[in-house]
């Protein structure tokens, strides 16, 4: 018969390995902020060389819809697309973003919350960040901006960084499709089903709004929405009426942004 003794001892080196090879596992996460450098060296090397950096920005979105919209639905539209292509990781979002002069206050700045740089500081950021990443063994820097107001910035970013680059073995990209899908393509779904433009609108519509009902439901305030008259620019709303948004028309846009940009990656990256 095993001594009392024994078993205690036995059963403390048993907790002990197992707690080693549960240190020794990285966690299932596409989050580089969630893993340790070695753990990041690691999946570099065995093939996780694209990087996502998601693009949000902080800004109003009329009365029922929180500041933060752009930058919750670029970290859970960029998670789902790495998902997918497998060999990615995604970076921490940006949140601050050119929205509008200060000085004085202009575009969304006009409205409390929303948080402006100016355009070199954004793209001096997102040179440095693209060639920290490039520094470390990142072969493909794939930019996704959610906010229509600074696509200009990140096209002029990608050119600067790939002249600097030629001949390194990284490669910045703009996949257009990410998007072009979240506003063009996902509103031509919606006029399918039978919305008008009137309605669809361009910031804080029912695009808009119905994306954010699927992404993050509770950064709307539904039931003073619906109660609420049709609003204007003067409320921050453009071009639309967001009343009758649902999350279930928002995962029309999900769906598809998703499945587009990752094809659209998949196609850029081929053969790298």
């Not at 919750?72 to 002069?101: F, M, Q, T, W």
């Not at 040179?127 to 901006?145: P, T, W």
């Not at 506003?183 to 039978?194: E, K, P, T």
């Amino acid at each position: 018969m095993m001594h009392p003794m024994f078993r205690r001892l036995l059963a403390s080196v048993a907790l002990l390995v197992t707690a080693q090879v549960s240190f020794a596992q990285a966690p299932q996460t596409v989050w580089l902020q969630n893993l340790t450098w070695t753990e990041l060296r690691d999946q570099i090397r065995a093939g996780k060389t694209t990087v996502i950096i998601p693009i949000g920005g902080t800004e109003q979105s009329g009365p029922f819809v929180a500041v933060g919209k752009h930058n919750v639905r670029a970290e859970y539209l960029s998670e789902k697309i790495a998902e997918k292509l497998g060999n990615a990781l995604v970076a921490p979002v940006v949140a601050y973003v050119p929205e509008g002069g200060y000085a004085p206050p202009t575009s969304h700045m006009r409205f409390p919350g929303t948080i402006t740089i100016p355009d070199d500081v954004f793209e001096k950021l997102l040179e440095s960040a693209a060639n920290s990443f490039a520094v470390h063994g990142f072969r493909n820097i794939v930019f996704l901006g959610d906010h229509g107001g600074y696509q200009k910035d990140l096209k002029q970013v990608v050119a600067q960084l790939n002249k600097t680059w030629a001949g390194s073995g990284a490669r910045a990209f703009l996949p257009s499709a990410y998007y072009d899908t979240s506003s063009d393509g996902y509103n031509q779904i919606l006029r399918q089903h039978g919305f008008r433009d009137d309605e669809i609108g361009t910031h804080a519509g029912l695009a808009d709004t119905s994306l954010q009902l699927a992404v993050a439901p509770q950064m709307v305030r539904l039931s003073q929405l619906r109660a609420s008259p049709k609003l204007g620019a003067a409320d921050g709303v453009y071009g639309g009426d967001p009343r009758r948004s649902t999350a279930e028309l928002g995962q029309l846009g999900v769906d598809v942004i998703v499945s587009r940009t990752v094809d659209a990656i998949r196609k850029d990256t081929a053969g790298r």
